[in-house]
């Protein structure tokens, strides 16, 4: 059913990292949300809208709030095409006709499908004038000297969404309507449950039991949740809300009321029941995924491990090699630079450049110290080249050898994966067939509990004209209300012979469904 959530936040220059603006105008139009694009008075394309955000954000001022975010849940009663016609007359109204730039992302595929929402990206600066026109973020003193509706911005946002809404609500034929009121103040004599995210529900359904832990908030602030949870996750505290709030209407002097309590009640416990078994084989099933797929990483990586210490003993090795040749060839040049220069250096040589005016003989000085080091160089590289060389055929060695046994232990690892994928899908269809029966099976029950209320209405009908026609027996209310109880319980006992009828009929079925599943090799239970 249609249901109220609409949150505002605000992202400025001075309390966010520049391109935080951007970065949630990329976020909420990420290509894997699938997100339908709703935009006025800016670009509507994800990476036009980002950059023309950024831009914004560097002519802002340094103090300047860039953006607003508002979030919202939409009805499910809408279609996608009435979802996105509500995005744009929720924006229309809130911004009165006036310029202001506005991107939206409506989510409600894949994963969202259950879920859906819309992120508002607004840009509170009037096109044309630059003059701020919502002032979302303004402080309620402020917005009350302006003159603007609310006083407090998130109420005005609240209260805007619930008119509109509802108003689409009645457009598109839907009795539903939002409110925006707390349950007390709606007169709803019923304990709200609290928010349970994407997160949390994953973790618990599929992982384990979410345990408590304390955090410190922005503030240095610890907050000892384990102390608050007393013990619970968020889903029991939400069934142990919904277990008071039924065992409060089943205390209710309408027996009608009370019947349907108890129907809920147990319904609820049969429901629990199946998802606790439900979810202990989910987590049965992460649990072998997650197994398998670090056991071979734990082989990939001592492989890798391996093939590290590998590398490093071939390069020390080769250096050994030719750290003698290198010394070698070291001294040979050294000692033949000191021959050039003691053959140079004696007396008939130096006088002999003294006395040659032509430099002659100063020139073939110089060409012979620089064959003499050309020599040296070629020297040098040729032997570093053989180093390299050696060290690129050992290091060759090492990885062709470990890469095929890495690529191999992939290989491993995605096929038994891809079996595992395979045989839990199956296990997750005959999870869905069971659901269907439960759900089944909760539908007949509540034909059986309507059967018991009608009856239990026809018979109280009978005996209001029985006493009419008496003229009234003079019963006291006690009396009257001791047979309105008698009569409901005559009617649930007349109907309970039914009920077994329908169960004995169901696990008849389900034995013959057995049987036949036994027939074909055990397979119709999906590798559970």
């Known amino acids: 059913m249609a249901i109220y959530s609409c949150n505002l ?8 990292a520049p391109g935080t603006a951007g970065a949630h105008i990329r976020y ?3 290509p894997e949300a699938e997100p339908v694009i709703v935009a006025q008075h800016m670009p509507n394309q994800a990476d036009a809208a980002r950059n023309w955000m950024d831009r914004a954000e560097r002519a802002a001022r340094k103090n300047a709030r860039m953006l607003d975010k508002i979030r919202i849940a939409l009805p499910k009663e809408l279609n996608k095409a009435q979802r996105a016609q509500l995005v744009r007359e929720f924006m229309d109204d809130l911004t009165a006709g006036k310029k202001v730039p506005w991107f939206a992302g409506i989510h409600q595929t894949r994963d969202d499908e259950h879920n859906p929402h819309v992120h508002i990206a607004v840009h509170d600066r009037e096109i044309g004038t630059g003059k701020r026109v919502l002032r979302l973020s303004d402080s309620t003193r402020d917005r009350i000297k302006a003159g603007l509706p609310g006083p407090k911005a998130v109420e005005w946002i609240r209260e805007r969404w619930e008119i509109v809404c509802n108003r689409a609500l009645d457009r598109a034929g839907v009795e539903e309507r939002i409110d925006r009121r707390t349950l007390e103040d709606q007169g709803i004599d019923r304990e709200p449950t609290i928010h349970v995210g994407p997160r949390a529900s994953h ?10 832990r304390e955090r410190i908030n922005g503030c240095g602030r610890v907050i000892d949740y384990p102390f608050i ?3 619970m996750t968020r889903r029991e505290f939400n069934a142990h809300v919904v277990d008071r709030n039924l065992e409060r209407a089943a205390r209710s002097d309408n027996p009608v009321a009370a019947a349907w309590a108890a129907f809920e009640k147990e319904q609820l416990a049969k429901d629990r029941a199946l998802e606790k078994r439900l979810a202990r ?3 049965q099933r992460t649990a072998e995924m997650r197994n398998t797929a670090n ?22 090795q080769v250096r050994e090699r030719f750290d ?3 010394e070698a060839l070291r001294e040979k040049q050294q000692r033949e630079r000191g021959q050039l220069r003691a053959k140079q250096g004696r007396l008939y040589m130096r006088i002999m450049a003294t006395l040659d005016f032509t430099g002659i003989t100063r020139r073939r000085r110089e060409a012979a110290r620089k064959a003499l080091s050309a020599t040296h160089r070629e020297e040098r590289q040729a032997l570093s080249e053989r180093y390299r060389e050696m060290q690129r055929f050992k290091l060759a060695a090492v990885k062709n050898r470990y890469e095929g046994q890495i690529e191999k232990a992939h290989g491993k690892k995605l096929t038994h994966l891809s079996v595992l994928h395979d045989k839990h899908g199956s296990a997750e269809r005959f999870a869905d067939y069971e659901r269907q029966e439960r759900e089944t099976d909760r ?34 209310d006690g009396d009257q209300r001791g047979r309105k109880a008698a009569d409901l319980d005559a009617a649930f006992r007349k109907a309970k012979e039914w009920e077994k009828e329908q169960e004995r009929r169901r696990k008849e079925e389900e034995r013959a469904r057995n049987d036949w599943n036994q027939g074909l090799g055990g397979g119709g239970r999906g590798g559970r």
């Open 295 to 316: 056991r071979y990483n734990a082989e990939i990586r001592r492989l890798r491990k391996e093939a590290r210490l590998k590398i490093r003993a071939a390069t020390r």
């Open 281 to 283: 084989e989910r987590r």
């Open 9 to 16: 936040k605000s992202i400025g220059r001075t309390t966010h």
């Open 324 to 326: 003698p040749k290198r």
């Open 229 to 231: 949870d007393k013990g």
């Open 28 to 30: 909420i139009a990420r």
């Open 443 to 476: 539908e007949q029950s509540r034909l059986v509990t309507e059967r018991k209320i009608e009856d239990w209405k026809k018979r109280r009908r009978t005996s209001f004209a029985a006493q009419t026609d008496d003229g009234g027996s003079g019963r006291s």
């Open 203 to 212: 973790i618990d359904g599929y992982v384990r039991r979410p345990k408590s």
